[in-house]
């Protein structure tokens, strides 16, 4: 459906053969619209303004639409729709299912990688952004009839894991009495040590490989962590009130590279 606008900006096109650019009104009392194609074409013709813009009204057929045109100043011409015109617009897009959207033709099914943020680890501004880039996309592109699949590749199989799954077994913990800020200090932790204490990083590098070969404790750990990480996450989301749910939650985050919402 095409709107109000851009029906009357697509008639002043056809008769100035330029583009009006039509803008909304300053003031109520010019109306709706306003555009200074006039003054734009008066340089070119070598003419006063107002002349071209009578001459523009008059041969305009907007009559359906607005109102007579009036011309303003040194040759604006403000449109304004006509009342009825507005009320069946209105009425037009509350009865419409697609709520005045112009549907796509050609739907097609698309993947939106999120924030993915760490595992263990306070979300950041940097998560913001791409939470709110891809929630934006995800709407957008479901709203003009595309399938969208949102993906939150949260968690790491890599270093990361290694060293807190090694930090948690030097430290007897039980991993299901943290909070998500206890695990954020808890990798603090786990990465000075890393740093720091070169028997630690080997252990953590090995580790890497014992967990992502299916060791049953490893597993174990990381999925407690995961779990206590995800309320927190899904807080935040919900706060945000973006699309993201437990069901868009793809995996690990990924190794290769990919086109984030960034």
Not at 6 to 13: I, V
Not at 234 to 257: E, F, K, W
């Amino acid at each position: 459906m095409q709107s109000l606008p851009a029906l009357l900006d697509a008639r002043l096109r056809a008769v100035t053969g330029v583009d009006p650019e039509m803008r909304p009104a300053t003031k109520p009392q010019f109306g709706h619209f306003q555009s200074n194609v006039a003054l734009r074409l008066a340089k070119q013709e070598g003419r006063p303004p107002r002349d071209v813009a009578a001459d523009i009204i008059g041969r305009l057929d907007i009559a359906d639409l607005c109102e007579t045109p009036e011309i303003a100043g040194p040759g604006f011409i403000n449109f304004r729709l006509r009342t009825e015109i507005l009320a069946g617009a209105v009425t037009s897009l509350l009865e419409d299912p697609d709520g005045g959207i112009n549907v796509t033709g050609y739907p097609q099914r698309v993947v939106i990688d999120y924030s993915a943020p760490n595992v263990a680890k306070q979300m950041h501004v940097g998560h913001l952004r791409t939470t709110i880039i891809g929630d934006c996309f995800n709407r957008t592109l479901t709203a003009v009839g595309n399938t969208v699949i949102p993906q939150n590749h949260i968690g790491d199989w890599g270093t990361q894991f290694g060293m807190l799954i090694e930090e948690v077994l030097d430290e007897g913990l039980d991993v299901t009495q943290l909070s998500l800020g206890d695990a954020d200090a808890l990798y603090k932790r786990a990465a000075a040590r890393f740093r720091d204490d070169e028997e630690f990083a080997t252990r953590a590098r090995a580790r890497v490989a014992t967990f992502q070969g299916g060791d049953v404790t490893s597993l174990q750990i990381w999925q407690q962590l995961v779990d206590i990480s995800k309320p927190a996450f899904n807080h935040a989301y919900d706060r945000l009130n973006v699309l993201l749910t437990d069901d868009d939650l793809a995996g690990r985050a990924p190794t290769t590279t990919t086109c984030r919402c960034s």
